[in-house]
């Protein structure tokens, strides 16, 4: 059981972490501001209930063993995993991914208007513009972790029902 609270634990603070993110603006920090001029109020509170409410279910759902709806939350936070690779992790490595998807630059240039001016904790990789910011670096940590602590407490979780099964 222990186990299991480990994983729900980790599954809270990504969904404090993410709500936080969305809805606090700390100056040099958080970059989600200019979202709620882009998008409006309304969009805006939806965007930041998908992006962080299921993981709050997730807590939910894991600590009473729901199985059928502990499936459901893998291939969510598998896409948010892949998310964050797309937008941070491939343009700082590699020069690929969303900021580069374009052909008019205009993705970069939304980066640079948008995004260069956040506290970073981790260096220039190479030459390349995109530098992910402190608050991606710590969310892409946490979904990592989450992740990981999540698919092993689902096979553990079916490797007790499997065990059940046989030794009944």
């Not at 809270?12 to 709500?19: A, N, R, S, T, V």
């Not at 491939?90 to 993705?107: A, H, I, N, R, V």
């Not at 608050?135 to 602590?149: A, P, Q, R, V, Y």
Request: proline residues 3%.
């Amino acid at each position: 059981m222990s186990r299991t609270i480990t994983t729900c634990t980790f599954q809270f603070i990504l969904f404090l972490y993410e709500y936080l993110a969305w809805q606090l603006e700390i100056k040099n920090y958080t970059t989600h501001s200019h979202h709620r001029d882009l998008f409006g109020s309304n969009t805006y509170f939806l965007i930041v209930q998908i992006n962080s409410l299921p993981h709050l279910a997730a807590v939910y759902v894991y600590y009473h063993r729901i199985k059928w709806a502990m499936l459901l939350y893998i291939p969510y936070l598998i896409l948010f995993t892949i998310g964050q690779i797309f937008t941070w992790w491939l343009p700082y490595f590699f020069q690929k991914g969303l900021w580069y998807s374009d052909e008019t630059g205009e993705k970069l240039a939304q980066y640079k208007k948008y995004h260069t001016n956040y506290h970073r904790i981790l260096p220039r990789f190479k030459d390349h513009v995109i530098i992910p910011d402190t608050e991606h670096t710590i969310l892409f940590i946490l979904t990592l972790i989450t992740l990981i602590l999540t698919i092993r407490t689902m096979i553990l979780t079916i490797k007790n029902k499997t065990l059940k099964i046989k030794s009944q």
